[in-house]
């Protein structure tokens, strides 16, 4: 089955940077686009960055030119690199994969922006 684990979170100053990871298992990884969402407490869950099979990738407004998406399909591991981190950056961090129709999401990571 498709499974998708997350690494990386934890506290970080305003200003400083992390850099998330998620391996996935159970997908030809390579075939398929990948994305980062987030929830902060209170409000929706966000589309924050995509990257396509071929390596293209997207952007909420908030995060660009702070946050870059990445891919090494040899290790299966989707990163996003965070930059520049605010305290409105703060939130659950999820990887996602929509494949067939269905959503696959890992369990989510903790990103806390204090000082």
């Known amino acids: 089955q498709v499974q998708l684990v997350e690494s990386g979170g934890g506290l970080v100053q305003p200003g400083g940077s992390l850099r998330l990871s998620c391996v996935a298992s159970?997908?030809?990884?390579?075939?398929?686009?990948m994305d980062w969402y987030r929830q902060a407490p209170g409000k929706q869950r966000e589309l924050v960055a995509s990257?396509?099979?071929?390596?293209?990738?997207n952007y909420a407004d908030s995060v660009k030119g702070r946050f870059t998406i990445s891919r090494d399909n040899a290790k299966r591991t989707v990163y996003l690199q965070m930059n520049s981190l605010k305290p409105d950056d703060a939130a659950a961090y999820y990887c996602?994969?929509?494949?067939?129709?269905?959503?696959?999401w890992g369990p989510g990571i903790q990103v806390t922006v204090s000082s």
């Open positions: 996602h994969l929509g494949r067939q129709g269905v959503d696959y």
């Open positions: 159970g997908i030809i990884f390579s075939l398929n686009a």
């Open positions: 990257i396509s099979e071929r390596g293209s990738s």
